[in-house]
């Protein structure tokens, strides 16, 4: 079971950037996106079902980030537009086995991370 995390990397304040979270080995009830700050806790940004079109949003980047997914690839994206200094962090995709959830400790797989940084 594997969550591939990949297109993070360095953009200035306005542009956007797209992620993506490669599953393979099993399917899941959910995908996160959570992102990490230097010296920060783990927040929840994104979340969509795996088998539905229900999608959940952290408050602070609703009209600015897009989860979707591609059912085919077993790949789901973050977009990411209008980004700001304070989305700097790592990003992590994690896969939930039987939930809906906004809580990191619910996600039992975790892919290893994609660091995004915004330049003012």
């Known amino acids: 079971v594997q969550l591939q995390a990949s297109g993070g990397g360095l953009v200035q304040a306005g542009d956007s950037l797209g992620l993506s979270c490669a599953a393979s080995?099993?399917?899941?009830?959910?995908i996160g996106w959570f992102r990490q700050a230097p010296g920060e806790g783990r927040e929840f940004v994104a979340a969509?079902?795996?088998?539905?079109?229900?999608?959940n949003y952290a408050d602070f980047v609703k009209g600015r980030f897009t989860i979707s997914k591609d059912s085919a690839k077993n790949t789901f994206y973050l977009q990411m537009n209008n980004l700001a200094p304070e989305d700097t962090a790592t990003y992590y995709c994690?896969?939930?086995?039987?939930?809906?959830?906004?809580?990191?400790?619910?996600?039992?797989?975790w892919g290893q991370g994609t660091l995004v940084t915004v330049s003012s």
């Open positions: 994690a896969g939930d086995k039987t939930g809906w959830s906004i809580r990191p400790e619910r996600y039992e797989v």
């Open positions: 080995g099993r399917t899941f009830s959910s």
């Open positions: 969509i079902r795996w088998g539905a079109r229900l999608t």
